[in-house]
């Protein structure tokens, strides 16, 4: 009986698999990127720096002790060595990850919003609207985007709150771009073309059928953004104008240890190790996604 | 063509106002009075308007602008506050070294970095391209101001084969094309080139990959065609666009170089900027900004044109 069973649904035509959702394969492919894994598990490792930071720290990083100064990297109670006031390194730098962090992707965060915003007002509503806007976005592009971040945090004054507004302002504009070029696309596309023709309005289209497809794209150029973002964001605490003394932050850290690279070279270079190791795992994050979201390979 | 050129050109002149524009407000979005800097504590009311009155502060913003922009294009940039210089002669010295090191830097970045990508592109999905991207995810990630730090205690504090800082002994204003001087320009411009080095060595491997995909390359093999050969079309194909990125990143290095020169403390602008910030002298830092972006801007033009002769399909795009 059994074996009967068994052979009609062997010969039976086999059921169409249900194709795996869009998300589903992006996710798919992500996992099974080695590159973008390691990546991913050092951007969460340093997340929990940032969440946790002070209970994982072996020591306070903020007391300070004249005596043991400068000590080297491997010094018995300070694994990392000590900085200029004392203050153990290691703790220092896993605390560091906090503001480091926040900084950084702060400002790509709110240009993400803003850009967004501006992008998808421009490019669906075409015409004079987008040609001031997108005027107005050129103006800004056409400043490097170093330059026009001095530039601002500088006459607006040392400070995270304007160092965050200054990378805001410079990230908009290039965000704003991608997403008025992905949404002008999406714009004249048929299925578009048809909710506006059964009468939806402005609103409802760019929110149901306009949004959806948009959001992938800015969302992948914005990671894109968080490695050069966490750069300028320690390159102005580097300068002194961003995060003020004695918080740990990883710029500042090595504004204030430029000065003992003739006495611990080592120790002065690691705040800059850190800022390179999280850059280079955005970078490749950033990259993973891209290609995970990749509909054509 | 020329139609195309001309247009291209009147499309930067709004551009080169708006800069005009930011650079203005700059002043404007300054916290506290831009005269208190240079005002002693117990100035009388008399001075203050006086002052007030030298530098236009008591006319209206348009009125203000106006001035600012005729005199910008008479080449009067202001008065430095803290140094009572002119701006403008501040400025181009400043610019000269800037770009003497950024010229140097994109150089070896577009050297090296055209090489990675080329090589990349050409043996793509091999180990060779997996290093060659690895270098250039690297070159891209690299905050160079720290770069710059293990530069000097490298090759300045631990082997002691190059100078640390400064632009050598004839200071700020007498650079000579000698060893002794050059010897001051090595590390700051190998450290700048790290970053033109990653973006050209990803343009060009995509470049390469996607020229060598095309029909016209297998049927250039097809025919017979030598590897020697393949490579002279395939530069040919790819030289517009990766000197197009290397004219783009001379542009953001002129314009980025603050953090490395600060480091270094090489005598350019991004020096001047940071002086111009920390002594609150706005005049100095809006005329720094005004030249360095109009300077961008101008770049760009100078990169679209050039890609427009050397690719005459753009034009007609």
Known sequence: MSSVITSSTVSAPVPMQRSRGYWASVWQRFTHDPVAMGAALVVLVLIAFALFGHSIAPADPYQSSMLKRLKPIGTPGFPLGADELGRDMLSRLIVGARLSLFIGITPVLCAFVLGTLIGLVAGYAGGLVNTVIMRVIDVFYAFPSVLLAIALSGTLGAGVVNSLISLTIVFIPQIARVAESVTTQVRNRDYVEAARASGANAFTIVRVHVLGNVLGPIFVYATSLIAVSMILASGLSFLGLGVKPPEPEWGLMLNTLRTAIYVQPWVAALPGAMIFITAISFNLLSDGLRSAMDNKS | ?317
Request: net charge neutral.
């Open chain 2, 1 to 317: 063509m020329l139609l195309y050129l001309l247009r291209r050109m009147l499309y930067a002149l709004p551009i080169m106002f708006g800069v005009a524009l930011v650079c203005f407000a700059l002043i404007h979005i300054a916290p506290g009075d831009p005269l208190v800097s240079i005002l002693p504590p117990d100035a009388s009311a008399d001075l203050q308007a006086q002052l007030r009155e030298l530098y236009g502060f008591n006319r209206s913003l348009p009125e203000q602008f106006a001035m600012w922009v005729w005199r910008a294009l008479h080449g009067d940039l202001g008065v430095s506050i803290a140094s009572n210089r002119a701006v403008a002669g501040e400025v181009f010295t400043a610019v000269g070294n800037t770009l003497r090191l950024a010229l140097v830097a994109t150089v070896i970045g577009f050297m090296l970095g055209c090489l990675f990508g080329f090589v990349a592109g050409y043996f793509r999905g091999s180990w060779i391209d997996r290093a060659a991207s690895l270098v250039s995810v690297l070159g891209v990630s690299v905050p160079h101001y720290w770069l710059g730090m293990v530069m000097v205690i490298v090759f300045s504090s631990q082997l002691m084969w190059l100078p640390a800082t400064g632009a050598g002994p004839g200071g700020s204003d007498h650079w000579i094309w000698n060893w002794e001087h050059l010897q001051y320009l090595l590390l700051p411009a190998i450290t700048m080139s790290v970053i033109p080095m990653g973006i050209v060595a990803r343009t060009v491997r995509a470049l390469v990959a996607d020229i060598l995909d095309q029909e016209f390359i297998v049927g250039l093999r097809a025919k017979g065609l030598t590897h020697l050969g393949v490579f002279r079309h395939t530069v040919k194909n790819a030289a517009p666009t990766a000197l197009a990125v290397m004219g783009l990143q001379l542009g953001y290095l002129l314009g980025g170089s603050i953090l490395i020169e600060t480091v270094f403390s090489w005598p350019g602008t991004g020096f001047l900027l940071n002086s111009a910030i920390f002594q609150r002298d706005l005049p100095l830092l809006q005329g720094t900004i005004l030249v360095l972006a109009l300077f961008f801007v101008v770049l760009n033009l100078l990169v679209d044109v050039l890609q427009t002769l050397l690719d005459p399909r753009i034009a007609r795009a």
